[in-house]
């Protein structure tokens, strides 16, 4: 199992990966268009896990600005998509991504914190987000997903992060 930084040059095959794992476990897909934006506006953020060369999770996410964004006036993360095949659940690679992904947002973009929308069915990412890597509700969006299905929008302090990776490495 490896998990590195996604690659868009020269080819997209990480991309390509990347959507066929969204596909297959998410209802919210995504055009290539998308896929592509992200990765080469954000080449420092978003991660896969691979096995023999096969992607089995991914991580994709960016950068909020604040002038484009006027209601939050800090440089923020985004989180906009997460997936691992069943298979490889409950391996830990879930954490993994996202810890890789919020610590390059925190050293690369100086990004004071991270936020993400999780469907509020999702009690399994719901435990990931808030037990696990300790990310807070901020709100509930109604009928934020296309099916009508609330999401709940969280929260984590970048700044906790920073700190508890200081400690651990010391």
């Known amino acids: 199992m490896n998990i590195r930084l996604a690659k868009v040059n020269p080819t997209v095959e990480d991309l390509m990966g990347m959507q066929a794992c969204n596909l297959q476990n998410l209802p919210e897909n995504y055009t290539m268009k998308f896929w592509m934006y992200h990765a080469m506006t954000w080449p420092q953020l978003s991660f896969v896990a691979e096995d023999r060369g096969r992607i089995v999770g991914y991580v994709l996410a960016k950068i ?91 929260r984590l302090s970048l700044i906790l992060v920073i700190i508890q990776d200081c400690i651990i490495s010391k």
């Open 64 to 154: 909020e600005d604040p002038a484009e964004d006027d209601k939050e006036p800090e440089i923020h993360g985004h989180v906009n998509s997460i997936s691992v095949l069943r298979s490889y659940r409950r391996l830990g690679l879930a954490k993994k991504l996202m810890l890789l992904s919020q610590e390059a947002m925190a050293s690369i973009y100086k990004a004071e914190y991270v936020s993400l929308h999780v469907r509020q069915s999702n009690k399994a990412a719901i435990a990931l987000y808030r037990d696990t890597l300790g990310f807070e509700v901020a709100k509930v969006e109604k009928k934020y997903y296309g099916d009508g299905e609330d999401a709940l929008s969280m």
